[in-house]
């Protein structure tokens, strides 16, 4: 399974120093779930390179951080909501089709799939609550993946 990531707002509060504290929380749960893999959807994909994205995570981590999504581009207003989950389906179209996935953004209106999404406070970053919150979704997607039928 994929988790989409945004980096500000997420990783640490928007606004303030980007020093990745709120991390370490995420990474956590990421160990209990060792099939999740990660692919950013931040907007720090169009400033730096993958491997510098990658360095920002925990070693243990890092092998499961394996992409970045492509970047579309709106052409009017009404393009821009929705655009990253359109990022993220086209991501998975090209890569992982029919693959289960979920996101952690604090833009709501980035995901209109909110089933599928973790929605964090700008101001804090992810928090315990949203922990709780992602491995509530983990374990569902999980047991999705166990429960659907093997296909030859």
Not at 129 to 149: T, Y
């Amino acid at each position: 399974m994929y988790l989409f990531l945004d980096f500000d707002g997420v990783t640490h509060p928007w606004g303030e120093v980007e020093d990745f504290r709120c991390l370490p929380m995420l990474e956590d749960v990421l160990r209990d779930y060792p099939e999740t893999r990660v692919v950013i959807s931040s907007d720090w994909r169009t400033l730096f390179s993958l491997p510098k994205l990658v360095a920002r995570f925990a070693p243990d981590i890092q092998p499961r951080v394996v992409d970045a999504t492509p970047t579309l581009f709106a052409r009017r207003p009404e393009e821009l909501r929705g655009l990253r989950e359109r990022e993220a389906l086209l991501w998975l179209e090209r890569k992982a089709p029919g693959a289960p996935w979920l996101a952690i953004d604090d833009a709501p209106g980035n995901w209109p799939t909110k089933e599928r999404l973790v929605l964090t406070d700008f101001k804090q970053g992810f928090t315990s609550e949203d922990g709780s919150r992602l491995r509530q979704l983990l374990d569902g997607l999980r047991a999705a993946m166990v429960a659907a039928p093997q296909t030859a």
